[in-house]
């Protein structure tokens, strides 16, 4: 059937999305070049909030319709490099390695490959790898849905590609996402992305992305082998604006603008794996446990209920994680046998259904610390200057009951059902289910991008607009141990780039090949990516790209890395109208060293392919996708 959208009208207000100037001033006559603040009541240029700092309802009714367009996207991401640099910077060209195509024998497209080679025949060094995500953009055509299917690097036949481009399955489709596809032609409406959320940390799985779109559809794309069909609707009047996914898949969080009540809010999302597929058939549960972990390849999701944002009307961006990441533990994903005498059980050999099974994830059982119990939320507004903490321990503890507890409790989770009155429950069911406000921090400046720590779950980071670094203590509670909100402090900064729009994981370093508190944050004020690695106080730019093909980076994404040790760093490239690709670290085909092989094996450990021309540069330029509009957001994973 189709989803209309219903938006309450609001009286036309005209936003005149403007940069505020290289001081980043945010109101006043600092703010805008001298020129007094308009009256209370009336919306500063280019923003939602008046010169006291209150939501003008009719700016904000209005913004919420725009903000898929580049009325929208000028406002979430703020000014582009040359609010900064008038001039344009001298900044270094990389070297870009030659592409050639190989036709694949036939099967799909082909792709193009720039390392490694030749080309081994079928059979020899044939072990593959690839990563598939969506690239998010402004439509030039705005008849076609601005989503896109890429594939960010491919390993296969001797050969490896940094190039991002269609991927090959698809016989030369994909420029408008394959799911999207599939929703029209069942008659669904599709509006124009906003935004998209992935799990991470979840061992290289993560393969589903949930996104949002402007008529507040949420639906899930994937990748060849876990590409499932869900979407789901908001109540109307509610627009998302960011998502983020628990670590191992078990809830999706979206902010929404709630237009009718003018509020904020989170929409919490139960999901649970497909029963269906390549991943099902193989790896994952026999059957569907909702907010449980799993590995992404959605397959149930439910909308459990909305949680008001007290003091944040305009929420911009969400990120959280929990207490438990599959790779990270000792087992790096594996689960145990219930007598813990082996630990590489997949999860379809452990039914829940079995009591046996379900006493190994309670009190000293060998699975009783792979799963999470507890974990944080932090959520930012640009035009509240504020940053919400949420506790998750409620949605885990729940799942930890249900699941773990009486034969009782469990029985009522099978199977699961979208009555709010059944398991997984809405929250007007099980108010003691949804997640609960910790606390809320004000910015002296506007907070542009969030992201919460994988590896120690006790750090958050908020940048804003003038290029700092927050590093946020969230005192035990992403671990479930926390008891103070007062406790709750920024304790360190690390200066980054002007106006920084991105913050990524840093899934990998070449230095070590270690994962660690690191991240990659895109500033778009100084065209720039930085690599910071954190400590609990401060942290150090240990590596910058900047590069003249880089028009206007707003959004980045690092790699997995599956078999093959690369390091490719994925950038959505706005006014460049591109998704560009950059290595920054050597290649290593560490599944493909067949050495009675017809053609000599690429990319061994004892001759690892390098960057540059002279294989001394600390970057190379792997080429880009040219997107059919503006591109803002990028999400991917490794193809399961």
């Not at 009208?9 to 999305?17: E, F, G, P």
């Not at 690097?153 to 001797?158: C, D, I």
């Not at 490896?160 to 420029?175: A, D, N, R």
Request: aromatic letters at 10%.
């Amino acid at each position: 059937m189709s989803l209309p959208v219903r938006f309450i009208a609001a009286t036309i207000v005209t936003l005149l999305v403007q940069g505020c100037g290289a001081g980043g001033g945010d109101g006043g006559s600092g703010g805008n070049g001298g020129v007094p603040d308009p009256p209370p009541g009336t919306p500063l240029p280019g923003d939602i909030v008046d010169s006291t700092g209150a939501v003008v309802p009719e700016a904000y009714q209005q913004l919420a319709t725009q903000l898929s367009t580049e009325v929208g996207i000028e406002y979430r991401y703020g000014p582009s490099s040359t609010a900064y640099h008038p001039t344009p910077e001298t900044m270094p060209t990389w070297w870009q390695p030659p592409s050639q195509h190989f036709p694949n024998d036939g099967n799909g497209n082909g792709w193009y490959w720039e390392v490694g080679g030749p080309v081994s025949q079928p059979g020899e060094l044939d072990d593959y790898s690839s990563n598939q995500g969506q690239v998010l953009f402004v439509a030039d055509d705005t008849t076609k849905v601005g989503v896109s299917d890429v594939t960010t690097l491919l390993m296969g036949r001797n050969t490896f590609s940094e190039s991002p481009q269609l991927p090959w399955v698809y016989y030369g489709e994909g420029e408008v996402d394959v799911n999207v596809v599939l929703y029209q032609q069942m008659n669904e409406t599709i509006g124009q992305p906003i935004a998209a959320g992935r799990c991470f940390g979840n061992s290289g799985w993560c393969a589903n992305s949930l996104i949002g779109y402007q008529n507040g559809v949420l639906a899930t794309s994937g990748s060849n082998t876990a590409r499932t069909m869900n979407l789901l609707k908001l109540a109307p009047g509610k627009v998302p604006t960011s998502i983020a996914i628990t670590n191992s898949s078990e809830f999706a969080l979206v902010t929404v603008w709630d237009t009718v009540e003018v509020k904020g809010q989170v929409a919490v999302i139960a999901l649970g794996p497909s029963q269906e597929g390549f991943v099902a058939d193989t790896f994952e549960w026999p059957a569907t446990y909702p907010g449980f972990r799993n590995l992404g390849d959605i397959g149930f999701a439910k909308i459990l209920g909305y949680v008001d944002l007290p003091g944040m009307v305009a929420p911009t961006e969400i990120s959280a994680s929990s207490d438990y990441s599959p790779p990270l533990d000792d087992q790096q994903g594996w689960l145990c046998s219930p007598a813990g005498d082996d630990c590489r059980v997949l999860a379809k050999n452990l039914p829940l259904s079995d009591s046996a099974n379900r006493a190994s994830f309670s009190g000293s059982g060998p699975n009783a610390h792979r799963y999470s119990k507890a974990g944080v939320a932090v959520i930012i507004s640009k035009s509240e200057k504020k940053a919400l903490f949420l506790d998750l321990e409620p949605l885990f503890a729940k799942v930890q009951s249900m699941y773990f507890g009486t034969q009782e409790d469990f029985d009522k989770t099978q199977p699961p059902s979208m009555d709010a009155d059944k398991w997984p429950y809405a929250f007007s069911a099980a108010p003691d289910f949804a997640p609960t406000v910790i606390t809320t921090m004000t910015f002296a400046e506007k907070p542009t991008a969030v992201r919460t720590s994988l590896i120690s779950n006790e750090r958050a980071w908020v940048a804003t607009q003038d290029g700092t670094l927050h590093i946020i203590d969230v005192a035990g509670y992403g671990k479930g141990t926390g008891t103070t909100p007062a406790s709750i402090q920024e304790v360190g900064t690390v200066i980054v780039g002007k106006n920084p729009t991105s913050i990524a994981y840093a899934k990998h370093d070449p230095a070590d090949g270690s994962r660690k508190d690191a991240v990659i944050v895109t500033s778009r004020g100084d065209r720039k990516l930085d690599w910071v690695n954190l400590t609990d106080t401060g942290g150090t730019v240990v590596r910058t790209l900047t590069d003249s093909r880089l028009i206007d980076p707003i959004w980045s994404e690092d790699n997995d890395n599956h078999g093959t040790e690369s390091y490719i760093v994925s950038i959505a490239d706005y006014a460049g109208k591109q998704l560009a690709n950059y290595r920054f670290g050597n290649v290593i085909f560490w599944t493909n060293t067949d050495m009675n092989a017809s053609v000599p094996a690429a990319c061994q450990s004892s001759a690892p392919c390098k960057m540059g021309e002279s294989g001394n540069d600390p970057f190379e330029f792997g080429g880009s996708f040219a997107t059919a509009g503006k591109p803002f957001q990028f999400t991917g994973a490794n193809t399961p």
